[in-house]
């Protein structure tokens, strides 16, 4: 790595002559390729973005300036030239790099950011501040078509073109989000690659550029045709018509035509935005190939690369489900925003593509749109990551439980999700759905027991939330929908008969506190299968049989199902001590799930601990250090916990 190895801080990129730039750029994806394949991460979107990659920082101060990267999990190359190389490997395990930017990792991390569409808003902020306070410096947003396609960026967007803060927005358009970008923003950006004026553009950047540097020299005569282009007042640009300059689109992976545009566009006033063409995966066959399978990969031999294949997960058993379910009943429709390989919906997209629809990056819409199918008398199951639930948060109120409509939220990747880290933790839904009216929750343990919560919640009707964690659980034979088995919701189920303490667990921490308990007469399992509404009456016989209780949840204490115990056993008037095992007031960053559940307290050995500080010395089992660190431990194979590999990218 010849000059790679010569940089140990972004000031070293801007030392190099232009010239050397597009081997650095090669470097620079090679190393990215062998990061990826020690540590899996987002492969093909950093790929993609190597060349915009070494051009920010050989034009742009990263400590002075803002570059903020939209999502963040394309900056692989960024944190490389950013004196993050010697720990790359180290990226999204336990201790090592986060995969996205974060303000507590770096200086040059404009933004501590995971979820999409933040950049623009974030930079407008910036702008804001920067000039009130008379500053210079220079503010480069990097957003991706799909990251476009949320409502949080177009908004931004509309404020932007209003204030008309001096910002350059570069628009990285690979055509790609993770599965095929949608909507008609994207058609758009298809279409102008095509325009009479980007070919001649294009032509003109050739020629310019023709001897690679040397029309750099010249850049007073070309200055005026850039601005020419510049003022084109492309009237039918709907990014022009919002108030934002359109300079493009260019390509994203030719460094002096990049160096070109960016440092005129350096120098304008107001809002400019640059569009660039790239190609997800860019310079690595499979993934340029195939960047959906390689937009988050599993580690993998980089001479011979191959996707390392998937367990079946809940996500899949959701998948099967969902398309039995629209076997069943021509009223179901599945709503998902821009996950369908994440949340299990290949199979049922080409089954049921008439109703299947891919809102975009854009979660408020998706739970619209699922109230407004339901007030047609559909049977919306809008499919949705935990953590992007939060963005629909005011939809579910106002749009679907006030209304008492009948949509179905399917929550994937609940409880800790390791590599992508803090911006990704499904570990808040409970808590925040739990105040809704009318909003019913519940989480199985297996996949009967996840069709037969889909079963109920058919049947009954109302806004119902069945949520389950990320990775492997066993698959079930497939029956129809008419065979899949009864459920009465609300209902938890004994699991194992205690004299003393029981356990109240739900989901895959069913599968530590059934390891715990073992045959110990004295301790009980329950799976606390519902936490809206629970199981009164069980839990009004354990308050009185018991002499303790322990809740046991992959979610925040203050909320979630602890809190929903607390909460009746202080209604019955019950007194018996109840230990709430949880994630506590604290941010989790990436890591292995198994061993943070551990070191936050509710793993096997917390909750021998709670146990023994209630007087019940447990029965032995597994050591806690034996558990520690092995994934596979989650659910023990028992309740159908997981066992996937916990740092392969959603
Ligand atoms: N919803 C929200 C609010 N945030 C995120 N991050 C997702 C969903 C999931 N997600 C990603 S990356 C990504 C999605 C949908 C695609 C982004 O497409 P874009 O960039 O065109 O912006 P590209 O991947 O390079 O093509 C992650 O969670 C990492």
Redesign the pocket.
Known sequence: MALLDDIHDPRDVKRLGRGALPQLADELRAEVVRACSMAGG?L??SL?AVELTVALHYLFDSSRDRIVW??G??TYGHKILTGRRDRIATIRKDGGLAGFTSTHESEHDALTV????TSLAASLGMALSRDARGDDYDIVAV??????T?GMALAALNQIGHVKPRMTIIL?D?E???SE?VGALTHYLGTVQVQRWFQQAEKGSKEALSGVWEPLADIGSRAKKAARRFLDPASNNPFHAMGVRYVGPIDGHNIAQLLYYLEHIKRLDGPTMLHIVTR?GKGYEVAENDPITW?GASTFDPEHPVAKGKAYSWSNAFGDAASAMADADDRVWVIT???REGSGLVDYSRRHGDRFIDVG?A?DVAVTVGAGLALRHEKPIVAI?SS?LQ?GFDQVVHDVSLENLDVIFAIDRAGLVGG?GAT?QGIYDMSYLRAIPNLAIGMPRNTQEMRAMLKAAFALGGPRAIRWPRGAVEPAEEVPFDAWPELTWGSWEVLKEGSEVTLLALGPTLGYALDVAGDDPRVGVVNARFVKPIDGDLLRVLARSQRALVTVEDHTVMGGLGSAVAEALTEFGASLPLRRLGVPDVTVPHGTPSKQHESLGYGPGGIRAALRSLGIEPATGPSDASVEGSDAAIGGGRAGGRSAVANA??
């Open positions: 987002h093909a979107s993609g939209d999502v999990h394309q995971g979820h999409a569409s957003i991706g078509d799909g990251a476009l949320g990285n690979n790609m989000s993770i970008n997800k937009h925003p821009a996950m990056i979660e990551y992007f963005r992508d990704h990218p959603k």
